[in-house]
């Protein structure tokens, strides 16, 4: 079975400063994907990371990194230069490619808090 | 615009009586997902699609249905037997089942008094 653990289910972050979402996963399959979710109150879900478990690269996009540890299967956000419309929900998910092709499995979030 | 549209965004029902949430994609996904989020947790799959008339039970698929007669379209339904039915309602698309990327709807939220 899959699982995503967010252990903090809260953060605040001064802006402009950076700051790391923890994000732990548990999979028996060898093929899978990490991606992480921005919700904000209006409850959209939108995309903002993807890791795959081959990836040697750590994935990157704009202020926007994942810290891809696969020995310690830890997939941490780290957000730089925090703004104040960071402020959201954040999920961490996998999806399986092998056994549980198409499930995902999500955690249950860290609130961000950006302080001006 | 390409996308997927939920509707309605609030909705409202008496227990007991069955209600059925809209979810259109016109971004020619062959996979479609419906997701359900309770307050301060995150999204549990219901019910999935690969392809038209085909779909599969998710996580927690007791007391919901879904039908795949069209390729853009993929309506639940929240039948009387689902016990505890508020809640958010999230629909969301994918290329494939192992493409990278789902993308999501705006959500329903069913409150059922």
């Known amino acids: 079975a899959q699982k995503i653990t967010q252990t903090q289910p809260g953060m605040f972050v001064q802006e402009k400063e950076a700051v790391t979402l923890d994000c732990t996963y548990d999979?028996?399959?060898?093929?899978?994907?990490l991606f992480w979710y921005k919700q904000p109150s209006s409850g959209e879900m939108i995309f903002l990371i993807y890791q795959g478990s081959y990836d040697e690269q750590n994935a990157t996009e704009g202020r926007y990194s994942l810290n891809f540890q696969k020995a310690r299967k830890s997939a941490n956000l780290v957000i730089s230069a925090s703004q104040l419309g960071d402020s959201a929900m954040y999920f961490c998910?996998?999806?399986?490619?092998?056994?549980?092709?198409?499930?995902?499995?999500f955690g249950d979030g860290t609130t961000l808090t950006v302080k001006p | 615009d390409g996308g997927i549209t939920q509707s309605p965004k609030y909705l409202f029902r008496k227990e007991g009586q069955n209600v059925t949430l809209s979810c259109e994609q016109n971004l020619n996904h062959d996979a479609m997902y419906w997701y359900r989020q309770d307050p301060g947790q995150g999204l549990r799959l219901i019910y999935y699609?690969?392809?038209?008339?085909?779909?599969q039970k998710g996580d927690i698929a007791e007391g919901y249905s879904v039908s795949r007669e069209k390729k853009e379209s993929f309506p639940l339904t929240v039948t009387s037997a689902q016990k505890n039915p508020t809640a958010f309602y999230l629909c969301a698309s994918s290329a494939s089942l192992t493409s990278d990327t789902q993308y999501f709807g705006p959500g329903t939220r069913l409150t059922v008094l």
């Open positions: 999979t028996s399959d060898q093929s899978y994907g």
């Open positions: 998910a996998m999806r399986s490619y092998n056994t549980n092709a198409g499930k995902s499995t």
């Open positions: 699609s690969q392809i038209v008339n085909d779909f």
